[in-house]
C-alpha cells in the first residue's frame, strides 16, 4: 500500500523550492544545513516546508516497514531514558530527542507542535 500522504506535485514544488535556494534535500535532518538555517532565519516558517516534503514524499512497504522497526526501537530507548530521569513531563524535550534520533536512523519525520498527556488513575495515585 502506497503512502497515501505521497505528493508528486507538491513533492516536486518543494524540491524546486529547496534546489532553488542551493538546498540538500536527499536525507532526513537536512534542515540542520547552513542555507537552510539561514533561509529558516529570513523566514521563521520555512521549517513548515521541512515537514510539508517528509509528507509529500514517496514511500514504499519495504521502508515503511524498516521504519517502524526503527521507530519503536528508538521511542522504547528514549522511553526508559525518561522514565530513569524521573521527567516524565519532558515532553518537548523527548520529541526532539527522537527527532534526532530517527534523523540518523535515516528516517524521515518531524516533530509538530503538540503536547503529550500522561494519564494515572485516581486509585494508582492513592496507592
Known amino acids: 500500500m502506497p503512502w497515501p500522504l505521497s505528493n508528486v506535485q507538491e513533492r516536486r514544488r518543494l524540491e524546486r523550492a529547496f534546489s532553488n535556494r542551493n538546498i ?3 536525507a532526513p535532518g537536512f534542515y540542520d544545513h547552513p542555507t537552510f538555517l539561514m533561509q529558516e532565519r ?3 516558517r520555512f521549517l513548515e516546508l521541512y515537514a510539508r516534503y517528509v509528507e509529500a514524499r514517496p514511500y514504499d512497504d519495504g521502508y515503511l516497514a524498516d521504519a517502524a522497526t526503527k521507530i519503536d526501537i528508538a521511542a522504547n530507548a528514549l522511553t526508559l531514558a525518561v522514565k530513569a530521569d524521573g521527567r516524565l513531563g ?3 524535550d523527548a520529541s526532539g530527542m527522537l527527532g534526532r534520533m530517527l534523523d540518523r536512523l535515516g528516517v524521515w519525520n518531524y516533530v509538530a507542535k503538540a503536547t503529550l498527556t500522561h494519564n494515572v ?3 494508582q495515585r492513592n496507592h
Do not use: E, G, M
Open 121 to 123: 488513575s485516581i486509585r
Open 90 to 92: 519532558a515532553c518537548v
Open 42 to 44: 529570513l523566514d521563521s
Open 24 to 26: 540538500p534535500f536527499d
